[in-house]
């Protein structure tokens, strides 16, 4: 006689109990784990687009954000920025139409504007960073070999505006109206930097790629040539700083001379009108000495005997005289 499990029995037992909802249960766990295997969905984040390719090949583009279902091991989801990216490329250099080499250093701000497109063109990021060094150094080198230095630099002709005080002095130490005459520019550094874009759009436009902000960081001139120009800058300051400096020693020299001629003028004023008044006083010292002398014959004899006085007081020291006793210098001399 066969042993029969009893183990296997209480399993066949529970099977033939529940069987009506262990297989459904069952068929819907495979579904769910092939389902989680194969990942037939994606997710997009706001600042995602994608481009869903189909044995390699785009198929479609998807740009708005959320849950979306792809074909499982036959679609492959491409996620590229949906987002503003900054390109900054190396600082260039580049001959102008009037041969001067200078240093140009450009910024872009960019975006993908096409996603199949820039697929099909550039596939990623990277690669697009690299396409645009190339771009963006051609349109720049095209425009600049285009236009003189001064259109590069400058955005008006406001330079031009000197005055004719400023004109005189500068002739003077030697500048020539030609030195004085500023290049006309017809367009400015503002107008080359859009020439820039546009020339780079008509490129970047086949790759899916649109500009949003082009611009001109600086421009330089090569190391070679920077100290030289700098040298001749200072020397240009330098002559003008020297006619304004002269400019003012003749302006100093001019009220000098204004002050010496008003100084010697009030002198001269001042010495007439002292002299009057001198003369005045002794006029009137004159007066009231005879006045006082003749008022009787003592008066006389002391004003006389004062003024002998004062004349002898008034001698030099260390002199000799030789007097007449007739003198009537020698008068007081004659009692001693």
């Given at each position: 006689?066969?042993?029969?499990?009893?183990?296997?029995?209480?399993?066949k037992?529970?099977?033939?109990?529940?069987?009506?909802?262990?297989?459904?249960?069952?068929?819907?766990?495979?579904?769910?784990?092939?389902?989680?295997?194969?990942?037939?969905?994606?997710?997009?984040?706001?600042?995602?687009?994608?481009?869903?390719?189909?044995?390699?090949?785009?198929?479609?583009e998807?740009t708005?954000?959320?849950?979306?279902?792809?074909?499982?091991?036959?679609?492959?989801?491409?996620?590229?920025?949906?987002?503003?990216?900054?390109?900054?490329?190396?600082?260039?250099?580049?001959?102008?139409?009037?041969?001067?080499?200078?240093?140009?250093?450009?910024?872009?701000?960019?975006?993908?504007?096409?996603?199949?497109?820039?697929?099909?063109?550039?596939?990623?990021?990277?690669?697009?960073?690299?396409?645009?060094?190339?771009?963006?150094?051609?349109?720049?080198?095209?425009?600049?070999?285009?236009?003189?230095?001064?259109?590069?630099?400058?955005?008006?002709?406001?330079?031009?505006?000197?005055?004719?005080?400023?004109?005189?002095?500068?002739?003077?130490?030697?500048?020539?109206?030609?030195?004085?005459?500023?290049?006309?520019?017809d367009?400015?550094?503002?107008?080359?930097?859009?020439?820039?874009?546009?020339?780079?759009?008509?490129e970047?436009?086949?790759?899916?790629?649109?500009?949003?902000?082009?611009?001109?960081?600086?421009?330089n001139?090569?190391?070679?040539?920077?100290k030289?120009?700098?040298?001749?800058?200072?020397?240009e300051r330098?002559?003008?700083?020297?006619?304004?400096?002269?400019?003012?020693?003749?302006?100093?020299?001019?009220k000098?001379?204004?002050?010496?001629?008003?100084?010697?003028?009030?002198?001269?004023?001042?010495?007439?009108?002292?002299?009057?008044?001198?003369g005045?006083?002794?006029?009137?010292?004159?007066?009231?000495?005879?006045?006082?002398?003749?008022?009787?014959?003592?008066t006389?004899?002391?004003?006389?005997?004062m003024k002998?006085?004062?004349?002898?007081?008034?001698?030099?020291e260390?002199?000799?005289?030789?007097i007449?006793?007739?003198?009537?210098?020698?008068?007081?001399?004659?009692?001693?």
């Amino acid at each position: 006689m066969r042993e029969v499990n009893p183990q296997k029995s209480e399993y066949k037992i529970f099977y033939e109990k529940n069987k009506n909802w262990i297989v459904p249960t069952s068929v819907i766990a495979i579904i769910i784990a092939l389902f989680v295997i194969l990942m037939p969905v994606y997710v997009l984040q706001e600042t995602q687009n994608a481009v869903v390719t189909l044995l390699g090949k785009p198929v479609r583009e998807v740009t708005t954000a959320g849950l979306h279902f792809k074909i499982p091991y036959i679609e492959k989801v491409n996620i590229l920025p949906k987002v503003i990216m900054d390109w900054g490329g190396e600082v260039r250099q580049f001959p102008t139409y009037d041969k001067r080499m200078i240093l140009v250093d450009t910024a872009v701000r960019w975006k993908i504007k096409n996603p199949i497109v820039f697929f099909e063109s550039l596939s990623t990021v990277n690669n697009a960073m690299l396409r645009l060094d190339n771009i963006l150094d051609s349109a720049s080198r095209q425009v600049v070999s285009q236009h003189p230095f001064e259109s590069l630099v400058r955005d008006s002709n406001r330079v031009n505006q000197l005055d004719e005080r400023t004109i005189e002095l500068l002739l003077q130490q030697g500048f020539t109206k030609e030195d004085l005459i500023f290049p006309q520019i017809d367009l400015g550094r503002s107008d080359l930097s859009k020439e820039m874009r546009v020339a780079a759009e008509e490129e970047l436009d086949k790759m899916g790629i649109e500009i949003v902000n082009f611009w001109v960081k600086k421009i330089n001139y090569i190391d070679d040539n920077l100290k030289s120009v700098y040298e001749s800058m200072c020397a240009e300051r330098q002559k003008i700083a020297q006619t304004y400096r002269s400019e003012g020693e003749k302006y100093r020299e001019k009220k000098f001379g204004e002050i010496e001629e008003k100084t010697k003028e009030i002198l001269a004023t001042a010495q007439e009108e002292s002299r009057k008044i001198m003369g005045e006083a002794e006029a009137k010292a004159t007066e009231i000495y005879s006045k006082a002398y003749n008022r009787n014959d003592s008066t006389r004899e002391f004003y006389e005997f004062m003024k002998k006085m004062e004349a002898y007081r008034n001698i030099p020291e260390n002199v000799s005289l030789v007097i007449s006793t007739d003198s009537e210098f020698f008068d007081m001399l004659k009692g001693y």
